[in-house]
């Protein structure tokens, strides 16, 4: 319980201390175009970090029994949200009073990375012990979506700099940033693919001694 405790309040500090970083550096860069502001930018980016590292935690407790990992799985998740939220927060309020909202708002990746917000948020107000013992199994079954929110997300991302809005990327490096964690999403989905699943944890018993040593962990 109280390694628990610890892990979980490293992940809010750190997700605090990223947090508050962004803040002041878009005080610094107050200027920049909306859809360049740091705030928007690095919370769009963070959001979709720290959902990735929120469900890499089940591959690496399935295949390397690591633990001490599942703790930090809902706090990544949450921060996953609040990122989403600043990001969310930061587009919508960012918008001019004459904003065609009809316009704004029908574009496809907004369309998409609204549907992946609004994944996230079903997450987050059901992330606590009341509504598990309410739901029952459906609620695992509920929790498996988040895996559509990062499909959702990281298309929503993709097609923002194909189409040069860079609504998550502001950079010239964003295109290959963005096109890595899609890879590793692709890779985490198929992680979860009952033929591969038994396919790995087959060749993971055959492995030599220091890889055992890195399972045991």
């Given at each position: 319980m109280l390694r628990e405790l610890r892990v979980n309040w490293f992940?809010?500090?750190a997700g605090a201390i990223i947090l508050t970083i962004i803040f002041i550096q878009d005080l610094r860069f107050g200027s920049l175009p909306n859809t360049f502001a740091p705030l928007f930018i690095d919370s769009g980016r963070w959001a979709l970090r720290f959902l990735l590292l929120s469900l890499s935690i089940t591959p690496l407790y399935r295949y390397l029994r690591w633990?001490?990992?599942i703790p930090l799985r809902k706090p990544l998740g949450l921060w996953a949200?609040?990122?989403?939220c600043v990001h969310l927060a930061h587009y919508l309020f960012s918008q001019g009073p004459e904003a065609d909202w009809v316009v704004l708002l029908g574009q496809d990746f907004?369309?998409?990375g609204l549907a992946g917000f609004s994944v996230l948020l079903l997450m987050a107000l059901t992330s606590?012990?009341?509504a598990m013992a309410m739901m029952g199994q459906?609620?695992?079954r509920l929790h498996r979506l988040v895996y559509g929110a990062g499909v959702?997300?990281?298309i929503h991302a993709m097609i923002g700099v194909v189409n040069g809005k860079k609504e998550l990327i502001g950079d010239s490096s964003g295109s290959l940033e963005i096109r890595f964690y899609f890879v590793v999403l692709v890779v985490l989905l198929i992680l979860r693919i009952p033929a591969v699943r038994r396919l790995v944890q087959g060749w993971l018993r055959k492995a030599p001694p220091w890889k055992a040593a890195v399972r045991s962990q």
């Open positions: 992940v809010h500090l633990r001490w990992a949200f609040g990122f989403a907004v369309i998409l606590n012990r009341r459906w609620w695992k959702l997300v990281a």
